[in-house]
């Protein structure tokens, strides 16, 4: 039944009936496989934008003025690629900043998988700052993004960057997860492999670290114009 899903999601699990139909019939519990003439939908663009490095400037200047844990959140998406739902969900705990990286357990995971999200020296000293008085126990991000022993409202995430964006005149396909697309892309243009940038961003395949990188480029004509090799 895909009333209801979304591109995606309905694609993922017609995959999946396909590929148990397939071993069921090469088991011989089935004689044919009802899913494999069934069409697979068209998933829909991404409605995020890439943050280009000026407008990051702006978000990091505006967030050092007002809340320092916010920018905290936005550099986790950013650089640790650690998905704000999962952000909401990470405790005190999880923190291993010794060794500069979080460790992001199977629950709290979006793909149920654990990893360890690496951390940079400069992220690692926001946490310390952060965390110094607060528990192991304590969620990362409660009331006014402070540890505490109650989740932060999730919607406060989205309300405040919406807030934020308004007050920068920022477009709304800027979003707080276009951070994360943003960190993903930049990590490839600067030269990281993409083994390694799909393992940090929590991807099953290549593909999926391509895709997600793949949005629209501010300045790309622009770029292409005046960087491009000459025939």
Partial sequence: NEKGLSGRSY???????????????EKCYTKENPFATMKIKREEAKKRILIPHDVRKKIF??????????LVLCELVFTALI??????RLHV?????????IEVSEDDSKTHYRRSASLTPELVSRLERMTRHAKPSDYLFSTGYKPGKSHIVYSRFRKDWQDMRDTLGLPDEMQLYSLRDTGIHEMLKSGIDPLTVMQHADHHDLSMTTRYS??????????????????
């Fill in 83 to 88: 998905r704000p739902k999962e952000c909401w």
């Fill in 11 to 25: 694609n993922n699990r017609l995959k999946q009936a396909r590929a148990f139909f397939s071993w069921a019939v």
């Fill in 61 to 70: 200047k505006y967030w050092s003025e007002r809340n320092e844990n916010y």
């Fill in 214 to 231: 793949n949005h629209v480029v501010p300045h790309l004509v622009e770029t292409i114009s005046t960087r491009a090799p000459r025939f």
């Fill in 93 to 101: 705990s999880d923190l291993v900043l010794a060794d500069r990286y």
